[in-house]
């Protein structure tokens, strides 16, 4: 057959009858179905650039981000090493002068609701800022994450304590922070979604796309690509302990550092976000996904955990979302966070009401590692994250920290950091913690 390559650039064409081509032709022995889940097939078409290496640079839909990596594929040609060839994003040093004395202890994502145009009522744009606190409460430092995506809950900010550095995503730009406010690096790591670090790598895993024609990336504690996988999702979670990492969508994947599946379970199916996840003392992941399995009216909130034999449902949470209403049965409770505190899981769930200009009620309920309920505690923590030695917490407008036993130990004015602007009220979405 005569193949046409009019230049680098170019699409190929071919002249005369395709079935005589040298080599199996799978479309003419299995049916589009049998392709698609033999071959993970996420979109039509589906482009596959394969680096001189043998890997996967490149696997989507977009030419525009096919040519992008083509011309990394064409930088990378003089690199003096060549299993570094495809290594693709490169970070870029921040020069920043920036350096503090007091080591951050707390860090959280603000955000607010904006308007764009005063005379055009309800036009707004949520945006973020990152803070960073001492353990005595002081504002450190503030940085600008800019307008963000009014998107589903996503894990954008998170913490290496190895290291002392924090990775927040700025937009589609991972940006790392060390514990004393210094802006160390930037990555641009087109259209990422959701981050999760490696402490004992110190690798940064990205879930970048979308959850169909997406791929999952992996940088180094520099900020450079060290490997990429053809593997869409909604969201991931890593698994240090296990050194590998969840991948979650239609079903949850786990895969190891090269990116090979070692397992598959359907406890989560077709997920539509992560609102929350931890690794417990024994190195099992526990995730709290929003997702629509088959067969059920709409979508459902679910708490799972990784156990040996797979993952296990510890409680699936009622409530039924479809296009048409938003509905919930008598007496549900919709999961939104986990935390792991020595040998117990703490998840905070809400009563939810159909009317949204009320405060939903909140609990706390305590699970052994096993999975099974130890009761509830009578706390109110709002927006936490746990600690060797307890909790730190937002609610009120302080920052409060707890010990291991709910009690609290000090709490901090926010002062202007919780202050509004326009009259709309600040949120916190995200908080980590050093110490």
């Known amino acids: 057959m005569d193949w046409q390559l009019r230049d680098l650039r170019s699409k190929p064409e071919l002249a005369g009858d395709w079935r005589q081509l040298p080599w199996d032709i799978v479309a003419d022995q299995m049916s589009y179905t049998q392709i698609r889940d033999a071959y ?23 030419w525009q ?41 707390v860090i959280v994502i603000e955000s607010q609701y904006l308007d764009l145009d005063p005379s055009h009522a309800g036009q707004h744009q949520k945006f973020q800022q990152l803070k960073m606190f001492s353990s005595k409460g ?22 290496d304590r190895q290291r002392n550095v924090v990775y927040v995503r ?38 970048c796309g979308s959850s169909r024609s997406g791929v999952t990336i992996v940088l180094d504690s520099s900020g450079n690509e060290v490997r990429r996988f053809p593997r869409a999702s909604a ?27 070692l397992r598959k379970d359907k406890a989560i199916q077709n997920a539509l976000f992560l609102s929350s996840s931890i690794i417990d003392e024994g190195g099992n992941a526990w995730m709290i996904c929003m997702d629509r399995p088959e067969g059920f009216n709409g979508s459902r909130t679910v708490l799972v955990r990784e156990t040996d034999s797979g993952m296990q449902i510890v409680r699936g949470y009622e409530a039924i979302f479809n296009s048409k209403e938003l509905r919930y049965p008598p007496g549900a409770m919709l999961a939104q ?31 052994s590692l096993d999975g099974l309920s130890l009761g509830f505690v009578d706390k109110e923590l709002g927006l936490f994250m746990a600690t060797d030695s307890g909790f730190w917490s937002i609610r009120d407008k302080k920052l409060r920290r707890l010990s291991s036993d709910y ?12 202050e509004s602007l326009e009259g709309r009220p600040k949120n916190y979405e995200a908080i980590v913690a050093f110490e």
């Open 337 to 367: 966070h986990i935390e792991s505190i020595g040998d117990e899981v703490v998840v905070r769930s809400f009563v939810p009401d159909d009317d949204f200009n009320k405060k939903p009620i909140s609990q706390l309920e305590r699970f």
């Open 65 to 105: 981000s096919l040519e992008e990596a083509v011309d990394l594929a064409l930088d990378d040609e003089t690199a003096p090493n060549p299993t570094s060839r495809f290594a693709g994003l490169k970070s870029q040093t921040i020069n920043d002068d920036y350096e503090r004395l007091t080591p951050a202890a």
């Open 235 to 261: 969201a991931l979670v890593v698994n240090s302990k296990r050194n590998g990492c969840w991948l979650i969508d239609e079903e949850l994947r786990f895969v190891n550092r090269e990116g090979l599946e």
């Open 40 to 62: 993970s097939l996420t979109s039509s078409p589906l482009r596959i650039l394969i680096s001189p290496a043998g890997t996967i640079a490149y696997r989507g839909s977009d």
């Open 407 to 418: 009690t609290e130990v000090a709490s901090f004015d926010m002062g202007d950091s919780a």
């Open 170 to 207: 700025r937009q589609s730009t991972l940006l790392s922070i060390s514990r004393a406010g210094t802006q160390l690096f930037q990555t641009n790591v087109p259209d990422l979604k959701s981050i999760d670090v490696n402490e004992v790598t110190g690798e940064i895993w990205c879930a």
């Open 138 to 159: 002081e504002l450190l430092r503030s940085i600008e994450l800019g307008a963000v995506q009014q998107d589903h809950p996503r894990r954008t900010l998170v913490v």
